[in-house]
């Protein structure tokens, strides 16, 4: 059953969505073999290079449109029309994909020579067209409504990490902080499909490797940092594509991106910078940056007793220890000043 041009246009101002928004399939590109109708009768259309298209939901409507005149119909979603000029739409009829990938009719909002508020997800238009030759047929066109947006997002302007080394052993040689995404975030925001997860991440080299492995980033027990380790930082039983470390600029690693970011012994000489990383529900990532101080409250500044033994945990190392009995008490080994950080 057709819906006429007049019975379309009676329908102004009724929202006629007959299902449920199929935005949960999240699909971006259309099955086409499976769903494609041979035309009824005549030439059919012709789909251009482009098809189906991908209709963008931009700003923060959250519903595309399409004009309904033919012309614009088929520039928007790129098909050309029978040779025979001056073709006329005769009926419409839209349908929707569901999430258990069957179509079904869905009625859209016709208004002023547009088709209003498609949600998000696969959609098809059956077309009933008459051209001037006096071909009739029948064509669908498919189209996808996507949300092709990436989140806005803030990162806090300023960020403090203490080390704090665990009273105990073998975690008093390791000191650590742990920033969680809640104080990075400085409020983050997506325009239609809402924020599936906010992560972070930062660089390290081998100078951070010592104390990777002692919180459990090496992931295939290899003794190593690479591109095989990561971490489940969701806790949800798996390691997403995004919980592995991956390759970074000068030969250094992005830590896997995780609810937390961490940091270690070596920012003490460096000039550590978080990232915050957030993606909607339809795989766009956007990020940004905040540096990070790195909080030396507690540090008692000593003047260089050179006959000071150390214990250090990795070549390279900001990090040492005095022996016992100053076993929670570790120490910045850097060129110009040696310091110790007492808690
Ligand atoms: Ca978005
Ligand atoms: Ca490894
Ligand atoms: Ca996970």
Redo the contacts with the bound molecule.
């Keep these: 059953m057709l819906h006429g041009f007049a019975p379309a246009f009676a329908l102004l101002s009724s929202l006629l969505i007959a299902n449920p928004d199929p935005g949960s399939s999240n699909l971006h590109t259309l099955p086409a073999a499976s769903i494609h109708f041979a035309p009824a009768s005549g030439p059919g259309l012709s789909p251009g290079p482009n098809y189906p298209v991908t209709l963008p939901?931009q700003g923060s409507a959250c519903k595309a449109e399409l004009p309904l005149d033919l012309a614009s119909l088929s520039a928007a979603l790129d098909f050309s029309l029978p040779l025979c000029a001056s073709s006329q739409l005769n009926g419409i009829k839209g349908q929707t994909l569901q999430p258990d990938s069957s179509w079904q009719n869905a009625l859209f909002l016709v208004k002023e020579q547009r088709i209003e508020a498609i949600p998000q997800g696969n959609h098809r238009l059956i077309l009933s067209i008459t051209d001037t030759c006096g071909n009739a047929f029948q064509d669908t066109v498919l189209f996808n409504v996507d949300?092709?947006?990436?989140?806005r997002v803030f990162c806090a302007p300023n960020l403090t990490a203490t080390l704090y080394p665990f009273p105990w052993p073998p975690f008093d040689k390791y000191p650590i902080d742990r920033i969680y995404v809640s104080r990075i975030n400085a409020g983050t925001f997506?325009?239609?499909?809402g924020v599936k997860w906010v992560k972070a991440r930062r660089l390290v080299g081998p100078e951070y490797f010592s104390n990777l492995l002692f919180y459990g980033y090496d992931l295939d027990g290899d003794g190593l940092i690479s591109t095989n380790d990561g971490m489940d930082g969701d806790f949800n039983g798996r390691i997403d594509p995004e919980e592995h470390f991956t390759p970074g600029p000068n030969g250094k690693l992005y830590t896997p991106a995780l609810p937390y970011v961490d940091f270690f012994c070596p920012d003490i000489q460096g000039d550590p910078t978080v990232e915050l990383l957030v993606m909607?529900?339809?795989g766009?990532v956007s990020s940004c940056t905040s540096k990070v101080t790195i909080q030396d409250a507690g540090r008692i500044q000593l003047t260089g007793p050179a006959d000071l033994e150390m214990e250090c945990d990795a070549p390279g190392s900001t990090c040492c220890w005095l022996p016992t009995p100053l076993t929670r008490s570790f120490i910045n080994r850097s060129p110009r000043s040696l310091a110790i950080f007492r808690f």
Excluded: F, R
């Design positions: 939901l949300d092709v947006e990436a989140p997506d325009n239609c499909s909607d529900h339809s766009n």
